[in-house]
C-alpha cells in the first residue's frame, strides 16, 4: 500500500487501495428493509414490503448473503473465516 503526501503533509490512500482493505478477512452486517434489497441483490426475488432483513456485505461491500436473522449472516462470515466488524 503506497502512501502519499498532499500539501498538508497527511497521508493519503488511494480510493481502490482503500477499498481492497480486508476483502477475503472482513465483513459487516447490514440490517436493511425488503425495500432495499434489490439495490444490492438485483437477481432477489421481489419482497413483502417492510420486512427486516440483514445482509452479509464483504469489507469493499460486496453482497454475500441475505437474511432475515443476524445470527444466521454472523455465523455465515465464521464458516468463511470472516472478522466481522461494526460500522458507525
Known amino acids: 500500500m503506497n502512501f502519499?503526501?498532499?500539501n498538508h503533509s497527511k497521508p493519503v490512500v488511494d480510493v481502490a487501495e482503500l477499498a481492497s482493505l480486508g476483502v477475503g478477512q472482513m465483513a459487516y452486517v447490514k440490517p436493511?428493509?425488503?425495500?432495499?434489497?434489490a439495490r444490492l441483490f438485483?437477481?432477489?426475488p421481489k419482497l413483502q414490503p417492510g420486512?427486516?432483513?440483514f445482509?452479509?456485505?464483504?469489507a469493499?461491500?460486496?453482497?454475500?448473503?441475505?437474511?432475515d436473522n443476524h445470527d444466521a449472516?454472523?455465523?455465515?462470515a465464521w464458516a468463511?473465516?470472516?472478522t466481522t466488524v461494526s460500522l458507525h
Open 51 to 53: 420486512m427486516r432483513l
Open 4 to 6: 502519499q503526501s498532499n
Open 42 to 44: 438485483p437477481q432477489a
Open 80 to 82: 468463511h473465516d470472516l
Open 60 to 67: 469493499s461491500g460486496e453482497p454475500i448473503l441475505l437474511t
Open 73 to 76: 449472516a454472523v455465523a455465515n
Open 55 to 58: 445482509a452479509l456485505l464483504s
Open 32 to 37: 436493511l428493509e425488503s425495500d432495499e434489497v
